[in-house]
């Protein structure tokens, strides 16, 4: 048996024919960037979500960018983030011109709402909040800070399709909210995509601008923009996709509650979760002090796994000018040694879950 970490095609197996009735729809409409297929599903992610307003773009990395833009972030501003993500996070702050000033983690590896005010500076601008791996961070108390400081909020929602802090979903607790459609995603695309989503008319609008060359109308700039736009195919397929999403995280819940009652082995650690139905299981993080063996175990039981993050941020070559050193950020880096991910796509069948536990069970 190969068990795979993600195998999309096991998915687009079920729903190929609704994919390619939407391609096919889309390139006979005779409108291939930013026509009806991307309106619709700006309206329609957008109100799955809850907010009023949504601006697809090119990638996740992108609505980073763009929302800092928007929000007025300047060179050397500095945005308040962690270093347990993936580098596109970091990446969109540093082409906006800010600086990230980095915060350890809590053990459901999020961002320390308890370390954040004394990290805060006359420079500070923005608190970037990082969703991670499916587990929202503590929008109530970071909304009471960024209150407190009159900064400004934004949600990085890359891996939080549908996870939620009791009834409100991830992405509607901000100023602005970012997602990413890669393909790996709880609602990934065939290639990039991305969307900006916010309740102001003002930064929707803007971020309409900026992801067209600055232009409102005509081809005019009125501000130095990108060309970042979701195109109509992607949308198209997303369209298809949404409607499946809150299934599909129902299954991701069901083999992740299956982990957490049916490994029974001390050398793993689960992941800390307040909430299985709040959480949309992007991945499944355990963590051992035996990595290296687990990693050795799995290739050789043939069972795919990741590792997410392995190489936290702040310690990366190309980031070494913030001046981070070892031993900075004590929490992300011990975990960041202990980390990996189990396979976790809706797509797994019973006797995969079954054969991953026993295999685990017996490490």
């Known amino acids: 048996m190969q068990i795979p970490f993600f195998d999309y095609k096991r998915q687009l197996k079920i729903i190929h024919p609704q994919i390619d009735q939407a391609i096919k729809k889309a390139l006979n409409s ?14 329609g992610f957008s109100k799955y979500i809850g907010t009023k307003y949504g601006i697809g773009v090119n990638s996740g990395t992108d609505a980073i960018k763009i929302a800092l833009r928007a929000i007025d972030v300047k060179k050397n501003d500095e945005v308040i983030t962690v270093a347990n993500t993936a580098v596109p996070t970091i990446s969109a702050i540093r082409e906006a011109g800010a600086i990230p000033k980095f915060i350890d983690i809590k053990n459901d590896f999020t961002i320390d709402e308890n370390k954040i005010e004394k990290t805060i500076t006359k420079k500070t601008k923005v608190i970037l909040a990082v969703h991670l791996f499916g587990t929202c961070c503590n929008m109530p108390v970071i909304l009471n800070i960024a209150k407190k400081y009159k900064l400004k909020i934004i949600e990085d929602c890359a891996q939080a399709h549908g996870a939620k802090i009791k009834n409100r979903k991830a992405g509607n607790f901000s100023d602005i909210s970012c997602f990413s459609f ?37 081809y005019y700039s009125h501000l130095e923009g990108y060309n970042s736009r979701l195109d109509e195919m992607q949308a198209a397929i997303l369209n298809v996709k949404l409607k499946y999403l809150d299934r599909w995280n129902k299954k991701r819940q069901k083999i992740a509650d299956l982990y957490l009652t049916k490994i029974k082995n001390h050398k793993i650690k689960f992941p800390e979760i307040q909430n299985l139905q709040n959480n949309n299981f992007h991945l499944f993080v355990i963590r051992t002090d035996k990595r290296d063996g687990l990693i050795k175990y799995l290739n050789n039981k043939k069972i795919g796994y990741g590792i997410h993050y392995q190489y936290p941020i702040h310690l990366q070559t190309a980031y070494k000018f913030l001046g981070y050193t070892k031993g900075s950020l004590p929490i992300t880096e011990k975990f960041a040694n202990q980390i990996l991910s189990l396979p976790i796509f809706p797509e797994l069948t019973e006797k995969e879950i079954k054969y991953i536990i026993d295999k685990i069970n017996k490490f």
């Open 30 to 43: 005779g409108w291939l960037i930013l026509g009806k297929e991307v309106e619709n599903f700006e309206s």
């Open 182 to 218: 890669y393909p790996t995603k709880n609602l990934g695309a065939y290639g990039d995509a991305g969307i900006i989503l916010t309740n102001n008319k003002n930064l929707a609008d803007k971020c309409r601008s900026l992801r067209m060359y600055g232009m409102k109308k005509g």
